[in-house]
């Protein structure tokens, strides 16, 4: 059974910087194929970014492309998003999520393609 535990989550200004982490245990990390989702109040669970087993391939919704990236160290079992350029419509809680299918090639986005999932870490942009 994989655990994931998010940290470094805060309250950050706008156009701020911010990155979060997820560190994992009780798995081979380098199966997984990982992936960063937000929920702000009121509104649906939403795609944020993923990577690869190998952390060669990434993915990211439109509304982060260009601000957020997404890393894995694999010798420390676990992936980073850092936040750039952040604005008010990011403030959300962030969650992290393994997705243990081997055979698929990419990095998903799909929410119910993840097995595992941590318990989320608030992420709030105000001025």
């Known amino acids: 059974q994989v655990q994931l535990v998010e940290s470094g989550g805060g309250l950050v200004q706008p156009g701020g910087s911010l990155r979060v982490s997820c560190g994992t245990s009780?798995?081979?990390?380098?199966?997984?194929?990982m992936g960063w989702f937000r929920q702000a109040p009121g509104k649906e669970h939403e795609f944020v970014a993923a990577?690869?087993?190998?952390?060669?391939?990434?993915t990211y919704a439109d509304s982060v492309k260009g601000r957020f990236t997404i890393s894995r160290d694999n010798a420390k079992n676990t992936v980073y998003l850092q936040m750039n350029s952040l604005k008010l419509e990011d403030t959300a809680v962030y969650y992290c999520?393994?997705?243990?299918?081997?055979?698929?090639?990419?990095?998903?986005?799909?929410?119910?393609?993840?097995?595992?999932w941590g318990q989320g870490t608030q992420v709030t942009v105000s001025s």
């Open positions: 999520a393994a997705d243990r299918d081997t055979t698929r090639t990419y990095a998903t986005t799909r929410a119910a393609n993840y097995d595992y």
């Open positions: 009780g798995g081979a990390f380098t199966d997984y194929s």
């Open positions: 990577i690869s087993r190998g952390g060669g391939v990434t």
